[in-house]
């Protein structure tokens, strides 16, 4: 089992053989900087001084040439093949409140949610608590590397997935196509810094689309049941392209309060669809449209495609919302 030395310090400690660098700090309490875990963010970038270690993903988008060159590598892609000695800086907020867990889960029932989004549920081996919000890596049996999805609910024993399927897309060609219930597959978690504040004493605006969906389902769902959460409100805007892409209201009417201090607001951005009664336009419009200034006061979370991520951070800056208030993980 490889020791993983930090330079300059008293920090270091030991890497499973089938374990990564970056995943086995935070097994043992370290706070590495990481976001995506698949190898696209770079924000797990460390510089490689002493050691050996297998690249798990091949040219990872998240290294450039120039980071190569330098003797950086990926935390979340370096799987070491002997002691090594790092250079990082460790941050406190990236600190696991739980820490991540390794083990198989079994496919226990799936549901059709939309035309191309699908829950699955998967009980775990061992119950793992999470946070409101984080997602798992998931191995799927013939696909190459792990995917992160983002968990719909909030219990130990199960973890609920609402993913969407990508058209040609290997894992979730796996998933919508050979995976039956009773499989079994490998998972890993809980990450994620997009996690619930639960003792943020400020309304809750969360913004979604496509399988961004559940990690806001999981926000809203852990809100309502807080008791922290009196007198608070959660304003749940979910965008999609037409009307058959819109989903999720089903769930928050389950929710005590709904349609007071719970409230939901579908969006399609498309032309056509002439009876449609809700919004219409990009999610970070519609947020604008509705809440403008408000948005500064409130605590916001979002999760969706790349495009409606960068367009929401763009409109948050502009509107002078504090970062501090802001809770996404970034996916490519």
Known sequence: MPTI???????????????????SALRAGLGFPYECNVGSCGNCRFDLLEGEIEELRANAPGLSDRDRERGRRLGCQARPLADCTVKLRFMPQYESHVSPVRQSGVLVAVRDITHDI???RFR??????FLAGQYAL???????????????NTDADEWHFQIRRVPNGAATGKLFGALSVG???KIDGPYGMAYFREDAERDIICLAGGSGLSPMISVTRAAAASPLFAGRTVDFVYGGRSAQ???GEDMLAELPRFGTHIRYHPAISAGGDDGWAGHRGFVHEVAERLFSERLRDCEIYFAGP??????????????????AQVHFDQFY
């Open 5 to 23: 030395a930090v330079k300059g310090s008293d920090i270091r400690w030991q890497c499973a053989d089938d374990d990564t660098i970056m995943r």
């Open 118 to 120: 699908r829950e699955f």
């Open 124 to 129: 775990l081996d061992r119950p793992q608590p």
């Open 138 to 152: 998931l191995d799927l049996p013939g696909v190459e590397g792990s995917r992160a999805y983002s968990m719909a």
């Open 183 to 185: 499989d079994r597959i």
């Open 245 to 247: 892409d819109i989903c």
């Open 306 to 323: 790349p495009l409606m991520g960068q367009a929401i951070q763009k409109m948050l800056v502009d509107l002078g919302v504090p970062s």
